[in-house]
């Protein structure tokens, strides 16, 4: 098949293009800036110009239309928050793809309608609060707390506030009062789990959960070990079977002590190489959903399975000490799978037969021995060009109504 991914930027795209290479596909990616993290893998066989997504989503998709047509593309793989285009245009859609209903995704896009569809679900969230006015505030007793803006991605639209100062500077810095509501969400003690599922009209076809073991770049996981969570299964195929779900589906999950706890919902797949190398395979999974292959539910994978992002603990260390000498010692632990690295295989660029992953490794390393703080240039060229804005997703909401 010739499949075209909706974006080259971002970690997902890069993992997707590995995978979907590795199987005997074409790969070929749509991209708004000219250096993507996708670019650099001999997996992709062509980069294609595309309208900044975040700034003009129907711009994008009649460009995302255009481009498949001329190509002969068999299937447009939403990587990133373009699946909300796709959904809320799939009645007129030109090209093939997978994604849910829109009706469905717009349950789980937003962070308040989120909240609402996870309680219907049963799903256990973190005590939470909807506020709109700086008044409401007064409602918060216990802290420490997250406030949230109800789109936003990456953590850019997120906030933790210690006490009843921090969260009113930090509800006027993300616009309470003008006319957006927020969400504030008690902090819950336990370490930080990705949980990935695809689901095929309703019917959970696969799915994995991993532990962030060390943080890299923007919150992200520079080292990631599989786990296997008692019950996983059962909740997300209540969930999916609610949404009538098809397509990826991705969660932040704390391990609390009274079990998972769901605090950010995705729809789409992200990073699913750890998945993979735990023996799940969810791009096969999306592929198989897109084409109407009939599967059954695939197994958990295997737990204790260690992956890392080279990438993101250069970047990482460069953020969190500022320091020469710790970005020097992350880069030589992660590249030589020594200390916390230690039997793991790297997920995001690794070079066996691709000498082309090195690149952007070995940029991020050079442009953070120059200057530690060079990360964020990184950090938001990766975000910027898939991140669906709040403007954009109101553009999109008003075209589907």
């Known amino acids: 098949m010739r499949v075209l991914l909706s974006e080259g930027s971002g970690l997902t795209s890069r993992q997707v293009a590995g995978r979907l290479g590795a199987l005997g596909h074409e790969v070929e990616i749509l991209s708004s800036t000219r250096i993507c993290l996708s670019r650099f893998t001999r997996h992709v066989r062509a980069v294609h110009d595309v309208p900044r997504f975040g700034r003009d989503p129907f711009g994008w998709l009649a460009a995302a239309e255009r481009i498949a047509a001329e190509r002969k593309v068999d299937l447009l793989f939403p990587t990133q928050e373009q699946v909300t285009v796709l959904s809320a245009r799939l009645p007129q859609l030109r090209v093939a793809t997978i994604v849910p209903p829109f009706k469905s995704l717009a349950r789980v896009q937003d962070k308040i309608s989120a909240f609402h569809t996870l309680e219907a679900a049963s799903v256990p969230q973190p005590p939470t609060t909807m506020v709109s006015r700086i008044e409401d505030l007064r409602d918060v007793a216990a802290y420490p707390v997250f406030l949230k803006r109800p789109v936003s991605t990456a953590s850019s639209g997120v906030r933790r506030a210690r006490n009843a100062a921090e969260l009113n500077a930090a509800a006027r810095e993300l616009g309470l009062g003008d006319g957006s509501a927020l969400i504030v969400q008690s902090e819950v003690a336990g370490p930080l789990a990705m949980v990935q599922a695809v689901a095929n009209r309703g019917r959970l076809v696969a799915h994995h959960a991993c532990l962030r073991v060390r943080e890299g770049v923007g919150g992200g996981a520079s080292l990631k070990q ?140 050079g442009a953070s021995l120059i200057r530690p703080s060079l990360w964020r240039k990184f950090h938001s060229g990766a975000v910027g060009p898939y991140a669906v804005t709040p403007e954009a997703w109101a553009e999109i909401l008003a075209a589907a109504a």
């Open 226 to 365: 599989s786990i296997v969570l008692p019950g996983l299964a059962v909740m997300l195929s209540r969930l999916v079977a609610l949404l009538d779900w098809r397509g990826g589906l991705s969660m932040d999950v704390i391990i609390a002590d009274g079990g998972p706890v769901i605090i950010d919902v995705n729809p789409r797949l992200v990073e699913p190489a750890n998945a993979f190398a735990a023996g799940v395979d969810l791009v096969a999974a999306m592929i198989d959903a897109a084409i109407g292959a009939a599967t059954g539910e695939c197994p958990a994978g295997a737990a204790g399975v260690r992956t890392r992002q080279t990438l993101l603990a250069i970047l990482g260390a460069a953020e969190q000490t500022g320091a020469r000498i710790a970005v020097l010692r992350e880069a030589i632990d992660a590249i030589a799978a020594r200390g916390d690295y230690a039997g793991s295989t790297e997920e995001l660029t690794p070079v066996a037969g691709d000498p082309l992953a090195l690149v952007p490794v070995i940029a991020a390393l």
